[in-house]
């Protein structure tokens, strides 16, 4: 099974600052990666797919890059509302497998 | 508008069966594979299964294989997840999610399932 070494586990910044975070694949996944978006008590949103493509409906500040094995999400300018926990997902091979989150909190 | 409503969960002895459904609508549940997806409270995402959506292909993760079985109706536009002999580490609040032109491209709300003596 591949495994997702997601880094950090957790994250406290600024309104405006620049955030990353980032994700290990423990092979190659080509760009057979999502980033997830899930706010407490709210089921996970769709971020990002296939490493670079932005969701639809979803703000711009929002970015990921990557390929192979290493792959980050970028917010731009971090908003109030962007206070949540970050998934990253391979779906390159099954089982499909998840990274262990990032949970992000205002500083 | 895309609409995914789970149920059938709740609380069930160790041992015991589970069948969850998952109704959709707002789409054509025929041209889409599914999954289910699975979180223990406090904890991260788990992928528990997918099926194409002729039902051609379907995939489990190790931690359920031989003990879960995921199956749709397309005619009743209904995924379900049948659960047996369920375990303590099956507590959780499970997700179905549509694989669109991206994996997980719409959630449910989830259903909490609680195994427990």
């Known amino acids: 099974d591949i495994q997702m070494t997601q880094s950090p586990s957790f994250l406290s910044a600024s309104v405006g600052d620049r955030v990353t975070i980032n994700c290990k694949a423990s092979q190659n996944i080509n760009r057979y990666l999502n980033w997830y978006q899930q706010k407490l008590g709210e089921a996970p949103k769709l971020l990002i797919y296939?490493?670079?493509s932005l969701q639809t409906g979803i703000p711009s500040r929002f970015s990921g890059s990557g390929s192979g094995t290493d792959f980050t999400l970028t917010i731009s300018s971090l908003q109030p509302e962007d206070v949540a926990t970050y998934f990253c997902l391979q779906h390159n091979s099954w089982p499909n497998t998840f990274g262990a989150g990032t949970k992000l909190e205002l500083k | 508008e895309v609409q995914l409503v789970e149920s059938g969960g709740g609380l069930v002895q160790p041992g015991r069966s589970l069948k969850l459904s998952c109704l959709a609508s707002?789409?054509?549940?025929?041209?889409?594979?599914m999954n289910w997806i699975r979180q223990a409270p406090g904890k991260g995402l788990e992928w528990v299964a997918s099926i194409s959506s002729s039902s051609s292909y379907i995939y489990y993760a190790d931690t359920v294989k031989g003990r879960f079985t995921i199956s749709r109706d397309n005619a009743k536009n209904t995924l379900y997840l049948q659960m047996t002999s369920l375990r303590s580490e099956d507590t959780a609040l499970y997700y179905c999610?549509?694989?669109?032109?991206?994996?997980?491209?719409?959630w449910g709300q989830g259903v909490m399932v609680t195994v427990s003596s």
């Open positions: 296939n490493a670079n």
């Open positions: 707002g789409f054509t549940f025929s041209n889409y594979g």
């Open positions: 999610a549509r694989r669109g032109a991206a994996m997980g491209d719409y």
